[in-house]
């Protein structure tokens, strides 16, 4: 693993990159549960045995996984501690599947993200109440906006903390900025309750 982690310009920020191995993951993998014997590990337990190889070296692991059911994110929702998801179908789905494969999943917490939420539409805010009537606290209190400046920063590669204020309208900037803080300190909030830090 200390072999594909890369740094990046922002302090403390390492990432790995996706790459044709993991492509390689996918197709090996149904192969590799053919020939399976007894007493050899699982497939859904190689990121997490990965990722023990740094785990003294960071304070959090995020894993971006695609919308879709796969070995990798098979393999990642058994090796994290907290999901936020944005597919309430899709995440029943993938657990359903870990559980029926001998799959133990642990989770501190596990939380829904509303995105690309717009609050001066109707079916919108009728479906968002729908949401938080029935999966209450699991839905984060804030919700990240669609916002045309999170998608204009995307186009140069870029974040929104990357680019500067003065791209975009003021109010479309702090409108979205706001969002992203809010949603992100929320996050932030419940990996510190799971420290147990103050």
């Given at each position: 693993?200390a072999d594909?982690?890369?740094g990046?310009?922002i302090?403390?920020l390492?990432l790995i990159p996706?790459?044709?191995?993991?492509?390689e993951?996918?197709?090996?993998?149904?192969k590799?549960?053919?020939s399976?014997?007894?007493?050899?590990?699982?497939f859904?337990t190689?990121i997490?045995?990965?990722l023990?190889?740094?785990?003294d070296?960071?304070?959090v692991?995020?894993?971006?996984?695609?919308?879709?059911?796969g070995?990798?994110?098979?393999?990642?929702?058994?090796?994290a501690t907290?999901?936020?998801s944005?597919?309430?179908?899709?995440t029943?789905?993938?657990?359903d599947?870990?559980?029926n494969?001998?799959?133990?999943t642990?989770?501190?917490?596990m939380r829904?993200?509303?995105?690309?939420y717009?609050?001066?539409?109707?079916p919108?805010?009728?479906?968002v109440?729908l949401m938080?009537?029935?999966?209450?606290?699991?839905?984060?209190?804030?919700?990240?906006?669609?916002?045309?400046?999170?998608s204009?920063?995307?186009?140069?590669?870029?974040?929104?903390?990357e680019?500067?204020?003065?791209?975009?309208?003021r109010?479309?900037?702090d409108?979205?900025?706001?969002s992203?803080?809010?949603?992100n300190a929320?996050?932030?909030?419940?990996?510190?309750?799971?420290?147990?830090r103050?």
């Open positions: 693993m594909v982690v890369r990046t310009y302090p403390n390492h996706g790459q044709l191995e993991l492509m993951f996918e197709h090996e993998t149904p590799a549960l053919m399976r014997q007894d007493g050899d590990p699982l859904f190689r997490g045995d990965a023990a190889e740094v785990r070296i960071y304070d692991v995020v894993i971006d996984c695609p919308p879709q059911l070995f990798l994110t098979l393999s990642a929702l058994c090796a907290a999901v936020l944005q597919f309430l179908n899709m029943g789905s993938l657990l599947v870990v559980a494969a001998g799959g133990a642990n989770y501190d917490w829904y993200l509303v995105t690309r717009e609050p001066s539409d109707g919108q805010t009728t479906m109440g938080r009537s029935i999966f209450e606290s699991r839905v984060l209190t804030n919700p990240m906006l669609k916002s045309t400046a999170i204009d920063a995307g186009l140069t590669k870029q974040t929104l903390y680019v500067e204020r003065s791209q975009f309208t109010g479309t900037y409108r979205a900025i706001e992203l803080d809010l949603v929320e996050i932030e909030t419940l990996i510190k309750q799971v420290w147990g103050g």
